[in-house]
């Protein structure tokens, strides 16, 4: 089993910054690539971004430029830097882990709601 527990969360005005923070713990060598998604109220759970163990990271074309993902391993943490905050951005936002190879499992976490003010 694996943990993921996000933070850094909140209330922010447009334009401003926030980061997110998504620790692991537990059985970690189980999983590889680490993301986020968001929901937004009345919306499906989208991709915001992923980084594979190795460091390649992806975005959505949404926040490319803007959002930066990025990982420890020695922490199992990843982390997404958002910059230039937009109200659209305004979602709960998800840690996902994907397994390694040779597991199967998928981990989520809780979410942490990020809002952004006009």
């Known amino acids: 089993q694996v943990q993921l527990v996000e933070s850094g969360g909140g209330l922010v005005q447009a334009g401003r910054s926030l980061r997110l923070s998504c620790a692991a713990s537990?059985?970690?060598?189980?999983?590889?690539?680490m993301g986020w998604y968001r929901q937004a109220p009345g919306k499906q759970r989208g991709l915001v971004a992923y980084i594979t163990r190795g460091g390649i990271p992806i975005y959505a074309d949404s926040v490319k430029g803007r959002f930066i993902i990025s990982r420890d391993n020695l922490k199992n943490t990843v982390y997404l830097q958002m910059n230039s905050l937009k109200p659209e951005d305004t979602a709960v936002y998800y840690c996902?882990?994907?397994?390694?190879?040779?597991?199967?499992?998928?981990?989520w976490g809780q979410g942490t709601q990020v809002t952004v003010s006009s």
């Open positions: 537990g059985n970690t060598f189980s999983i590889n690539t």
């Open positions: 996902k882990a994907d397994p390694a190879l040779g597991y199967s499992d998928v981990y």
